[in-house]
């Protein structure tokens, strides 16, 4: 049973450009919050999918925006890249009607904005 | 609203010793909180959670942590360091509901001294 996937493992992109990063969740998750976590930070909340819609979100500019579709994978789709936004990305999934404790993380897209 | 303070970015001990990593929470609402380790280029790997039972809560690897409600914190111990140990050691918080979002600490990066 493979677990949390994403794609791609590293990305390069310059100021101003657009990113998509994607997501595949754990089998039998419904639920997929995604996470940024900066060089020497840790992560934090940007926004949370279920039934294909955005349920929570933390304190990210509009330019960062998602997406969930009816297999569950996701995607984060961030515009106008600024130097700023380099981090790495983490997507996490959870199990339908558990509480937070069973969020499973994958292994992050490394995102590079020159 | 919640927060986490970790207290030293970085923490050094010796193989065998005992490993005590500080973590104090703020959480206007019955809080859960969690410990995740993260190795180099990887994503994050839950180590052990609180979620209201016990105080005293044991995790993977040998780690426990024990919730002080009156001095609001949850240290992470382990009572004899392996080399393997070595990692970036993240608090976190969050509110007892479904699907809630995980508020990180900066983390603490763990190193084991030969």
């Known amino acids: 049973d493979a677990g949390v996937t994403q794609s791609p493992t590293h990305l390069i992109k310059t100021r101003g450009q657009q990113v998509t990063l994607r997501c595949s969740p754990k089998s039998g998750h419904d639920t997929v919050s995604w996470y940024q976590q900066a060089l020497g930070q840790g992560p934090q909340f940007i926004f949370q999918?279920?039934?294909?819609?955005?349920?929570q979100r933390g304190n990210f500019p509009d330019r960062f925006s998602g997406h969930q579709y009816p297999n569950y994978s996701s995607e984060l789709n961030v515009n106008a890249l600024l130097l700023g936004d380099s981090a790495l990305y983490l997507c996490?999934?959870?199990?339908?009607?558990?509480?937070?404790?069973?969020?499973?993380f994958g292994p992050g897209t490394r995102l590079t904005v020159l | 609203a919640q927060s986490v303070t970790q207290l030293g970015s970085h923490v050094s001990v010796s193989e065998g010793a005992l490993v005590l990593l500080r973590c104090n929470y703020s959480s206007s609402v019955p809080p859960y909180l969690f410990w995740y380790v993260q190795y180099p280029n990887q994503g994050l790997q839950l180590l052990l959670k609180y979620t209201s039972a016990a105080t005293l809560v044991k995790g993977i690897n040998g780690f426990e942590a024990e919730f002080k409600k009156s001095e609001t914190s949850f240290h992470l111990t382990k009572p004899s360091a392996h080399m393997s140990d070595a990692a970036e050691y993240f608090c976190?918080?969050?509110?007892?509901?479904?699907?809630?979002?995980?508020?990180f600490g900066k983390g603490t990066r763990l190193h084991i001294l030969p």
């Open positions: 999918y279920y039934e294909e819609e955005e349920r």
């Open positions: 996490a999934s959870s199990l339908p009607g558990q509480p937070t404790d069973t969020q499973y």
């Open positions: 976190a918080v969050s509110a007892l509901k479904r699907g809630d979002k995980i508020i």
